[in-house]
Nanobody
């Protein structure tokens, strides 16, 4: 099973910053959009941010103004700059990529990277 490759998670103090990165393998082509989702223990997975190939972005309400998503289309790579981190940002962050082929859409996921924010 092909997976996206994530990195950048870790432990930081409240108010600190982290930068996550996610690279799609070369075998995954025609990517329409990439994004980040997160899941805390006992909670459902929620949208953090998405970005299309054209640069249109969408953010979850809880991260607006603090997180910034960006993309390098040539490298099939997406980044998530996280500033002013809060303890409630603690979660496993998953990268997602949407691919289209022959009119069919496919979703690919990373293995998840842990982000822990201490008070």
């Amino acid at each position: 099973q092909v997976q996206l490759l994530e990195s950048g998670g870790g432990l930081v103090q409240a108010g600190g910053s982290l930068r996550l990165s996610c690279a799609a393998p070369v075998s995954i082509s025609n990517i329409n959009a990439m994004g980040w989702y997160r899941q805390a223990p006992g909670k459902q997975r929620e949208l953090v941010a998405t970005i299309t190939t054209g640069g249109t972005t969408n953010y979850g309400d809880s991260v607006k103004g603090r997180f910034t998503i960006s993309r390098d289309n040539a490298k099939n790579t997406v980044y998530l700059q996280m500033n002013s981190l809060k303890p409630e940002d603690t979660a496993v962050y998953y990268c997602n990529a949407e691919r289209s082929a022959w009119g069919i859409k496919y979703d690919y996921w990373g293995q998840g990277t842990q982000v822990t924010v201490s008070s």
